[in-house]
């Protein structure tokens, strides 16, 4: 089963960047899609960003021109760079990614969460 480990999260003041990193581990064929999704006390999960194997992207609304998607897909890891961070972005940080895998013996598609990173923008 694929695994995914974040790191980065933390305490930042309004104004200030943090990176969020995302490693993927297992018997991993392809991945065709990371990316991170928010939850905040109180609401519902949503996607903050998304890099699909082609190098395409899709941001939130909220965070476009300030957050940035990337990936090194040799390494099967994906990071969140955030800047101009605002209380708002207060939230739970999930990693996502989708693919396929060595199953039982054969290919299977895959969908894995990470354990999800807290980050905290405060004065």
């Known amino acids: 089963q694929v695994q995914l480990v974040e790191s980065g999260g933390g305490l930042v003041q309004p104004g200030g960047s943090l990176r969020l990193s995302c490693a993927a581990y297992g018997s991993i064929l392809t991945i065709y899609a990371m990316g991170w999704y928010r939850q905040a006390p109180g609401k519902q999960r949503e996607l903050v960003a998304i890099?699909?194997?082609?190098?395409?992207?899709n941001y939130a609304d909220s965070v476009k021109g300030r957050f940035a998607i990337s990936s090194d897909n040799a390494k099967n890891t994906v990071y969140l760079q955030m800047n101009s961070l605002k209380p708002e972005d207060t939230a739970v940080y999930y990693c996502?990614?989708?693919?396929?895998?060595?199953?039982?013996?054969?290919?299977?598609?895959?969908?894995?969460w990470g354990r999800g990173t807290q980050v905290t923008v405060s004065s």
């Open positions: 996502n990614a989708e693919g396929w895998e060595l199953g039982t013996g054969r290919p299977a598609d895959f969908e894995s």
């Open positions: 890099i699909h194997s082609g190098g395409s992207t």
